[in-house]
């Protein structure tokens, strides 16, 4: 498949028949010539420095019911958690200190945190934090809430597309959520001015490799300033408990895809790697990946915002994987830079 990963290198893109080939006929060869190649076009823009984002959990109430998802509304078992704007702005307190300069709030979609509410944090974190750039992910939201939170200082937003079939989408969410609506928020997002992720779960229940081959084309189309893919895992209380996770290897494969497709992309070495791979994290900044997006919530809610099963770091604190990040960084010849990675264009 060399040719192919050439043609990649060279064009930046693949026709989908081609996406589907180079997948399904992957060697262990191809895979080390993939790696080496978005290692060195990383390394050409970013140098060997990783950018952290803290991760802040705010909340995991969700009016949403996604099949995969361990805080989907009809989970009874989750014990469910809002932090106040106090607690919120005391973890970015903290995660200033540790060096953080972009702060993630992520939450389930919470009716509770109304426009205002937001508007008002996103507000006093500016405030406090001028230097810092502010990236919300809280789902799905008119582009009115979208603009107001711009306007309130916030500078990106994630938001995974999930999948970008149809019928794909389907299999995986409640029929009130559809894809055309995600697709509509994205581009909402991007004409207002916010750098913007979507990403996929690799290994999802009902994924196929053509799936998969269009989730790379709708990402090149889209030309988003982040991706942000994992594994799909498991989590012991929705419709998948019995579905296999995702394979670290094709996800690991896939980042080194879209480190090709676009070279200046911020792509982490997501958390979810981590959890089914004691390396994951490690290997995904081998693979090309550039963002590692650390947990800045209180420890006491860490194991609330389970979306899957076995979620490492959640009994650990702030600086503690700091510290740990830190060196695992080290261990592949990388090194954390204490900036807010912002987008570039080339
Ligand atoms: N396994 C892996 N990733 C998941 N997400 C949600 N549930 C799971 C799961 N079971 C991902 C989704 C979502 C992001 C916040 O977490 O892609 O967009
Ligand atoms: Fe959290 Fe290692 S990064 S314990």
Same mark, same amino acid.
């Given at each position: 498949m060399k040719h192919l990963i050439d043609k990649l290198y060279e064009t930046k893109s693949l026709e989908k028949q081609e996406f589907i080939e180079l997948i399904q006929n992957r060697s262990k060869d191809d895979e080390e010539y993939l790696f080496k190649l978005a290692r060195g076009v990383s390394q050409k823009i970013f140098g060997n420095k990783i950018y952290l984002r803290g991760l802040i959990? !705010?909340?995991?109430? *969700?009016r949403n019911d996604c099949?995969? *998802?361990?805080?989907?509304?009809?989970?009874?078992n989750a014990d469910r958690y809002r932090l106040s704007k106090e607690e919120i702005l005391s973890c970015c307190e903290q995660g200033h200190k540790l060096g953080f300069r972009t702060f993630v709030l992520q939450g389930g979609e @919470?009716?509770?945190?109304t426009d205002e509410k937001i508007v008002d944090i996103v507000s006093s974190i500016r405030q406090e934090y001028p230097d810092c750039a502010i990236t919300l992910s809280m789902g799905e939201k008119s582009r009115k809430s979208y603009q107001k939170f711009f306007d309130a200082g916030a500078n990106r937003y994630l938001l995974r597309h999930?999948?970008?079939n149809e019928e794909h989408y389907k299999k995986l969410h409640p029929?009130?959520?559809?894809l055309q609506n995600r697709k509509r928020c994205l581009m909402n997002l991007k004409e207002i001015g916010y750098q913007v992720g979507c990403g996929f779960m690799v290994g999802?229940? !009902?994924?196929?490799v053509q799936n998969i081959a269009e989730d790379l084309l709708f990402i090149k189309e889209l030309s988003p300033q982040m991706i942000g893919i994992g594994p799909f895992i498991a989590h012991h @209380?929705? *419709?998948?408990?019995?579905e296999p996770n995702g394979s670290v290897e094709l996800t690991l494969f896939l980042v080194a895809v879209i480190r090709l497709m676009i070279p200046n992309a911020l792509i982490p070495a997501t958390t979810a790697l981590g959890t089914l791979d004691r390396r994951g994290r490690e290997q995904g900044i081998l693979a090309g990946a550039n963002v590692l997006m650390p947990n800045l919530s209180p420890v006491k809610v860490r194991k609330k915002?389970?979306?899957? @099963?076995?979620?490492? *770091?959640?009994?650990?604190e702030a600086a503690e994987c700091n510290v740990c990040l830190r060196n695992r960084v080290s261990s592949v010849g990388y090194e954390i830079i204490e900036n807010r990675g912002d987008f570039k264009e080339i």
């Open positions: 959990e !705010f909340t995991n109430y *969700c099949y995969y *998802c361990g805080i989907r509304k009809s989970n009874q @919470d009716g509770y945190y999930e999948t970008a029929e009130n959520l559809s999802s229940p !009902f994924q196929t @209380d929705t *419709c998948f408990a019995n915002y389970a979306l899957y @099963d076995n979620k490492i *770091c959640t009994g650990e």
